[in-house]
């Protein structure tokens, strides 16, 4: 599109999403998505585009949902695959997290163009291509309710990030602990999920993998010590407290910009 | 794409997207306009989806200041177009404005697609199509700064509607009086510009149209005293506090949804 100068104060954000608009074109990311991704980048803006503390202790609890799962997934849309695709690897290495495709618009083109990449970043298996989308989360209709058998529907932890608030919902109503990534802390998503990371995935996939890597050798014991100290209401809340500390301290901010409200003294250079 | 059930909560807001993914279907809408779009989804959500008193109050202020201007200049962009091209047409008629296409992705085909879909809507004279956009924005490179000397270049008064803050910011630099509709008041455009309508562009334009109808008869002298009322900094800010007390009573509503955070007592049915 065009360069980005190294000095923006935005750079960080405008190369994610050259990145969505190169998996746009690659076929990997659909329509809604690059509308989904500006929702995201609203919410990363007012919470500061950086991890928050609340964002980090969610991750870790994540990391201590997905060590102690027996049967973790990893649920891969076309967003993700577009922006994170070496780090989801990473990430279910180390919790031994199986991977599977997971499209709100699903095509088979899209299911493969996604596989090759999660190929191409060094994935083993990939559940949820093709007809291997056998099983069906009850409650939602037609291709987006479609799940492995070998995957989502006998996960006990599922981390699906960037994921639709009904599907979300459905995942919880079917017994799953539902482990999301998601910049609106507001969202269906983020309220009906277990574990809610508010935080822009691009930093929480390798910040759970970083907690992962911490948590591993902890007895389990311990990782329900993690879990019990959790409340995903109060983390929650606290984020919405972040983003309304930042509204405020931006707008102080704001304001310094000069003349921007003095319509009337121009306005006589008219007459 | 898919139905919309007529009773879904956020329907009218399905709806606008579903408009938006039709005009990049047609050539009228930039992948970074669906991006963009996502990002006024998030504050049109975070400012209730409705016309709040602050923005209805900065569109009778527009509609004084067009109605002022002696060459006063609508600008059109992709995402505009697909959104509200009868709107636009109506605007320019109440207001006796020019409409120019001014496209931060230029190309020949898009500001064609453009041009076609606002005479379909209705309008006679459309600026800044082909070789007419022979003048140029000081400060800004490339085919961003490309304006019709009819237009803009000579314009008093222009309204910029979903403006980006580069161009915001040298139309400010060359004197004119700027106006735009921004759902982020936090934006550089939004701070900026002489006059922010912090509203969505299908429900501002109208609006501004509205307020010119009932100005129309007014003398010059108390349309200036509806701009000497006004204070673009204060508003802004009048929308930031909106913002912050939804996001309270938002927070409220949502930790009403069952169990959310009961990750621990989830977490021991798998052991």
Tied chains: 1, 2.
Excluded at 184 to 205: E, F, K, M
Aim: no cysteine; hydrophobic share 40%.
């Amino acid at each position: 599109m065009f360069e980005i100068p190294p000095n923006h104060p935005r750079a960080e954000s405008l190369r994610i999403r050259e990145k969505l608009i190169e998996g746009f074109e690659k076929g990997i990311v659909a329509k809604a998505g690059l509308i989904a991704h500006g929702r995201g980048e609203a919410f990363d803006y007012l919470i500061g585009e950086k991890t928050t503390e609340p964002a980090l202790e969610a991750a870790k609890v994540a990391a201590a949902a997905m060590l102690i799962a027996k049967h973790p997934v990893i649920s891969v849309n076309g967003n993700v695959a577009a922006l994170v695709p070496k780090e989801i690897v990473e990430l279910s290495k180390v919790t031994e997290a199986k991977i599977e495709v997971n499209l709100f618009y699903r095509t088979r083109e899209r299911e493969e163009a996604i596989k090759s990449v999660l190929e191409e970043a060094g994935a083993k298996e990939i559940l949820g291509v093709g007809e291997a989308t056998s099983a069906t989360i009850p409650e939602l209709s037609s291709w987006r309710r479609k799940v492995d058998p070998r995957g989502i529907l006998v996960a006990d932890v599922v981390l699906v990030p960037l994921e639709d608030g009904d599907r979300t919902e459905a995942l919880r109503k079917m017994g799953k602990i539902v482990i999301t990534v998601d910049l609106n802390p507001l969202s269906r998503t983020a309220q009906w999920a277990n574990i809610t990371i508010v935080d822009n995935v691009v930093r929480a996939i390798p910040n759970i993998t970083e907690q992962a890597k911490k948590l591993k050798n902890f007895s389990s014991g311990k990782l329900k010590e993690v879990l019990k100290s959790f409340d995903n209401r109060k983390n929650l809340g606290k984020m919405i407290e972040i983003i309304k500390d930042r509204l405020t301290k931006l707008a102080e901010k704001g304001i310094y910009i000069p003349e921007a409200s003095q319509i009337y003294e121009e306005m006589r250079r008219i007459e």
